[in-house]
């Protein structure tokens, strides 16, 4: 989606901040015990509440409101009956359809006690990601935000997942640009037009670069299991910089 207007502006920012306090909701209601359908369901009723839909069940008939990924998951995790433990590290994505148009936010989350490793991944994936945002500019090269968030992982010894990349959002859950990089891709060569609305969220990783669905057909993980969080924030770029559409 490219925003053409002040009104355009305002719904997007509208259901960007819903589903940033929803994340924010969900994460502060982690802890052992709960289970991963018991979160979803704080965040089905803050959005409802608000007269929004679940962008993945509107869009991909998913079995719930929003994705919980519990480690080595990462992504498009169901929700169910497992109950979430101490050392847990979970990546909660929400994303949904308010008046018209899409907000798509997501973060992980360490349960304590977990390792300073792990503690350091979390803390450098919202590093990475923040680097990709700063990168952002009209007019330059959608590729820019990719190629530094690989210079920040590599430079602290972490991987990125190669196969779930950013996307263009707004007008639906996922649309143009598809596939936005968030490593250095040498063959994009796409621009950032003004007014752009997209996502960044990269993985990063303690050594996967892939991942690959379970048998459930939705979720995704590592084929070695390798510790991994995602960060992500929708965000609209203008003539003075980018716009996170998506901050509590």
């Known amino acids: 989606m490219t925003i ?3 009104d355009e502006l305002e719904k997007l920012k509208a259901a960007g901040v819903l589903v940033a306090r929803t994340l924010q909701a969900m994460g502060q209601a982690l802890e052992p015990g709960i289970t991963t359908r018991e979160l979803d369901q704080i965040g ?8 929004a839909r679940s962008a993945p069940e509107l869009t991909y008939n998913f079995p ?14 169901i929700p169910d009956d497992r109950a979430i433990k101490a050392g847990d590290l979970i990546n909660i994505d929400v994303s949904a359809e308010l008046e018209g148009f899409f907000g798509d936010t997501g973060s992980s989350f360490a349960v304590p006690p977990v390792s300073r490793q792990v503690e350091r991944l979390c803390r450098d994936g919202r590093r990475a990601l923040w680097t990709g945002i700063r990168a952002v500019r009209t007019g330059g090269d959608l590729a820019a935000p990719g190629r530094q968030i690989e210079a ?3 430079k602290n010894g972490y991987s990125l997942v190669r196969n779930l990349a950013s996307h263009g959002v707004g007008g639906a859950l996922h649309e143009h640009p598809t596939e936005i990089p968030t490593w250095n891709e040498r063959s994009e060569r796409r621009k950032i037009t003004e007014g752009l609305v997209f996502t960044l969220e990269p993985f990063l990783s303690l050594g996967a670069d ?27 770029a203008t003539r003075n910089g980018p716009v996170v559409l998506t901050l509590a």
């Open 64 to 77: 719930g409101a929003t994705c919980i990924s519990i480690a080595p998951d990462v992504a498009h995790g």
């Open 210 to 236: 892939w991942v690959e669905e379970t048998g459930d057909g939705w979720t995704l993980r590592p084929p070695g299991g390798e510790p991994t969080v995602q960060y992500e924030h929708t965000l609209v």
């Open 4 to 6: 053409g207007n002040e």
């Open 152 to 154: 920040f992982a590599r």
């Open 44 to 51: 089905r009723q803050m959005l409802e509440r608000e007269g």
